[in-house]
């Protein structure tokens, strides 16, 4: 297998290309110890992959779904999808077996979060549920759904869990629910609601958005929440009190597509043909990436390196401090969907690869290493790996 790096440096070709599905492919997620790499598709199923073997190596498909998978997660020896005939389905991965089919929205789902207790899911039938995780003793399949979060007037797309500080107690059925734990919504209603789970009650209604909101984020303690959207616009808000703290208007001269809060930095993408770089606090625009054709879908931060994914069908890495473009990406045929970065040992030595999703059907393998000298030094700086920490405690929100 060779490096898949140019003799220039400029421009990385890939490692393996995966005709890994018959339409476009979706989503993608990677488990907890980057050794599984599951991908949803229009072709209604979902596949999953091997990346610790010397090439991705197919194990399997999932097949279930009447329509295209939007979303999947990764819990455990468990997978979650999230499909347009609006059900989620969770898989076994060794038997590759549907043990579950979660029955209540009644349309697309959009995102799906799993914290090992409960799955939450978000629809465009303009709310969003809470399941569990354990159906074991579940009867019927709509008793799984534990809590609806009804009150959005539009498409419910991203979501956050942002679990209470205090351990909680078990209630009559078992369920580990803290008076604390917070649900938080955003919509194309233009607005973001935060929910109690406890009581499934909005407690706030954030409203500060003249178009739909598209993404959002919060501070790793969970309590600063940013959202983005068509409107351009960047807000951080207050969570607890439920007011605006800063607001940006016009951070990107094109709708705002992704936003991931990393440490003390925030990152955008936008369908201006770039993703920029902003200080969390007081919001400050410190960089621009740019080089782009076309909208950039989606971005993740590793070891000093900013990866994006965009429509003009490459990925590409930028120095994210200084903005320099290392490396292009190029082999998909049309735009790229979606993106993650896999960390890998081969044959004693440590890489660092991109797998890369796109409406081309394909699976891309691309060779990253060496764009930081200290590459082996992190697994990850983003969440492009599932937090999996058990409760209690559970303390970082978990993110869609």
Known sequence: ???????????GMPLETIKAHN????????????SLLVTGSDDTTAKMWSTKTDCVEDLGTLEGH???????TIYDTYVITGSKDATLKLWDMSSM????TYVGHTNRINRLICTGEFIFSTSHDKTARAWLFDTQEVEEPSDACIRTFEGHTSIVSPIIF???????????????INPADKVITGSFDN????????????????KGHRLPITCMDTDPKGTILYTAGQDKAIIAWDIARGHIMKRV??????????????????????????AKCWVREGLENTRTYKEHTDSVITARFHNGILYTASNDGLVRAFDAKSGALKRKFKGHDSGVTCMTVCVKEHNGEVFTWIVSGGNDSTIKVWNATGLRMNDWMTLTDDWTITCQTPRPPMTRPWKS
């Not at 009447?66 to 999947?72: D, E, N, P």
């Not at 942002?162 to 580990?176: A, C, H, K, L, Q």
């Open 1 to 11: 297998m060779g490096s898949g790096i140019s003799k220039g440096g400029a421009e």
């Open 23 to 34: 339409d476009c492919i979706n989503c993608m997620a990677l488990s907890e110890d980057a």
């Open 66 to 72: 009447q329509s295209f998978i939007q979303c999947v």
């Open 97 to 100: 077996e549907c043990l579950f």
């Open 162 to 176: 942002v679990p209470g500080t205090s351990i909680g107690f078990p209630d009559e059925r078992g369920m580990n």
């Open 191 to 206: 607005t973001a609601r935060v929910w109690s789970f406890d009581t499934g009650i909005c407690l706030k209604v954030l």
């Open 249 to 274: 208007d016009e951070a990107h001269a094109g709708a705002i597509l992704h936003l991931r809060v990393v440490n003390r930095l925030a990152y955008t993408c936008s369908t201006d043909y770039t």
